[in-house]
């Protein structure tokens, strides 16, 4: 069974920045699509980036491009979200999700596609 765990969110002012971090439990075999999602109230959960194990292969979402980065640490089996220059768009709770599903620069599975989901963390931008 995979876990997720999620932290880092909060508060912060328009041009901030926070880093998430998602604990993972060992992934025992295969690769994984790995990625962040976020959820603004009223709003359909939208994949913001992803990386492929195999290779490392990134995917950012178009409003997030040249201001968030992902990144894993397999040593620490932890994965990152490093937000900067943040948007009061920015704002919702951020998940850390897994998938069997392939991942690369140019696509990202949707939601229904990923199997494994932490509890979230919300990051809230104020103007």
């Known amino acids: 069974q995979v876990h997720l765990v999620e932290s880092g969110g909060g508060s912060v002012q328009a041009g901030g920045s926070l880093r998430l971090s998602c604990v993972t439990s060992?992934?025992?075999?295969?690769?994984?699509?790995l990625a962040w999602f976020r959820q603004a109230p009223g709003k359909e959960r939208e994949g913001v980036a992803g990386?492929?194990?195999?290779?490392?292969?990134?995917y950012y979402a178009d409003s997030v491009k040249g201001r968030f980065t992902i990144s894993q640490d397999n040593a620490k089996n932890t994965l990152y979200l490093q937000m900067v220059s943040l948007k009061p768009e920015d704002t919702g709770m951020y998940y850390c999700?897994?998938?069997?599903?392939?991942?690369?620069?140019?696509?990202?599975?949707?939601?229904?596609?990923?199997?494994?989901w932490g509890q979230g963390t919300q990051v809230t931008v104020s103007s």
């Open positions: 999700a897994a998938s069997v599903w392939f991942c690369s620069s140019g696509y990202l599975p949707g939601a229904g596609k990923f199997d494994h």
């Open positions: 990386t492929y194990t195999d290779g490392g292969d990134t």
């Open positions: 060992e992934f025992t075999s295969g690769s994984y699509c």
